[in-house]
T-cell receptor, first 115, second 113 residues
Framework: DAGVIQSPRHEVTEMGQEVTLRCKPI?????LFWYRQTMMRGLELLIY????????DSGMPEDRFSAKMPNASFSTLKIQPSEPRDSAVYFC?????????????FGEGSRLTVL | AQTVTQSQPEMSVQEAETVTLSCTYD???????LFWYKQPPSRQMILVIR??????QNATENRFSVNFQKAAKSFSLKISDSQLGDAAMYFC??????????FGTGTSLTVIP
């Protein structure tokens, strides 16, 4: 079975540019999470969707960040305009709400560098 | 609020020896899951082991086992017969019944040949 698929794996952009990160969760999973990982702050939850509806976006840093989940098989995280401090690895993860195993399945992450 | 604490930022172990990574958590709930994830240099987050809070028996997966102390809210990971491939960052995670996950800050494990 395919795991969580993220694209791009690496993105280098200049300050002020728009960045869009994409995620395809595991088929049948109804919860999707976006995390940001940096050395300074560790793993931070940005936003969490359940059945395509945003449940908790309290971790979204500011209005420059937005996330959508138009359907059960696709989500985007957009940063506009990007800033150097946004440089991080962004992970998408999915799970089954109330699932027997309860675990999160992670994608391979998107490493973003903003110059 | 739920918090997960990993008090050991770094640990090292000799190859073939045993190491224990510590994790404590804070919760008022009785039904939850606990996990250990491994993140090697490739950065992929890999599930190592899980524990359901209602189970008294400690989970075991080959060389990996946990010591789950529910009353003490402690969830340590023991790695036996450590191998070079075990070198990674290890994250302890808590999942509440409402499907929200909380991660610790991680422990970087070095395996010395």
């Amino acid at each position: 079975d395919a795991g969580v698929i993220q694209s791009p794996r690496h993105e280098v952009t200049e300050m002020g540019q728009e960045v869009t990160l994409r995620c395809k969760p595991i088929s049948g999973h109804n919860s999707l999470f976006w995390y940001r990982q940096t050395m300074m702050r560790g793993l931070e939850l940005l936003i969490y969707f359940n059945n395509n509806v945003p449940i908790d976006d309290s971790g979204m840093p500011e209005d420059r960040f937005s996330a959508k989940m138009p359907n059960a098989s696709f989500s985007t995280l957009k940063i506009q305009p990007s800033e150097p401090r946004d440089s991080a690895v962004y992970f998408c993860a999915s799970s089954v709400t109330g699932g027997r195993t309860g675990e999160l399945f992670f994608g391979e992450g998107s490493r973003l560098t903003v110059l | 609020a739920q918090t997960v604490t990993q008090s050991q930022p770094e640990m090292s172990v000799q190859e073939a020896e045993t190491v224990t990574l510590s994790c404590t958590y804070d919760t008022s709930e009785s039904d939850y899951y606990l996990f250990w994830y491994k993140q090697p240099p490739s950065r992929q987050m890999i599930l190592v082991i899980r524990q359901e809070a209602y189970k008294q028996q400690n989970a075991t997966e080959n060389r990996f086992s946990v010591n789950f102390q529910k009353a003490a809210k402690s969830f340590s990971l023991k790695i036996s017969d450590s191998q070079l491939g075990d070198a990674a960052m290890y994250f302890c995670a808590y999942r509440r019944a409402g499907n929200q996950f909380y991660f610790g800050t991680g422990t970087s494990l070095t395996v010395i040949p």
